[in-house]
């Protein structure tokens, strides 16, 4: 089993800036196609961003582009989710995956591990 950690959650006021963090341990993260995804209470889970192996390719729903950036350091095992210009509507549970698959994408099903997710509150 593939140990995914996120951390850097926290309460936050509008328009404040957070970053989060996600490392799984060993030599084995820099095969992974990495991606964020979040829940807000009573919706379903919903992809935010996506990066290939090498960090030249990223992707992120339209709700966050042009606020958010999602960057890895193979070197020290861990994707970063940069969140600028928060809004309220950004509170959820964020959680990290990782892919094994090329396809990758945005669709939950093709992610192989998650984190237990961090909780990130936007005050108005």
């Known amino acids: 089993q593939v140990e995914v950690v996120e951390s850097g959650g926290g309460l936050v006021q509008a328009g404040d800036s957070l970053r989060l963090s996600c490392t799984i341990p060993?030599?084995?993260?820099?095969?992974?196609?990495m991606g964020w995804f979040r829940q807000a209470p009573g919706k379903e889970r919903e992809f935010v961003a996506a990066?290939?192996?090498?960090?030249?390719?990223?992707t992120y729903a339209d709700s966050v582009k042009g606020r958010f950036t999602i960057s890895r350091d193979n070197a020290k095992n861990t994707v970063y989710l940069q969140m600028n210009s928060l809004k309220p509507e950004d509170t959820a549970v964020y959680y990290c995956?990782?892919?094994?698959?090329?396809?990758?994408?945005?669709?939950?099903?093709?992610?192989?591990?998650w984190g237990q997710g961090t909780q990130v509150t936007v005050s108005s």
């Open positions: 060993g030599r084995t993260f820099s095969s992974y196609r």
């Open positions: 995956a990782a892919s094994r698959r090329i396809d990758y994408g945005s669709e939950t099903p093709k992610y192989d591990y």
């Open positions: 990066i290939s192996v090498n960090g030249a390719v990223t």
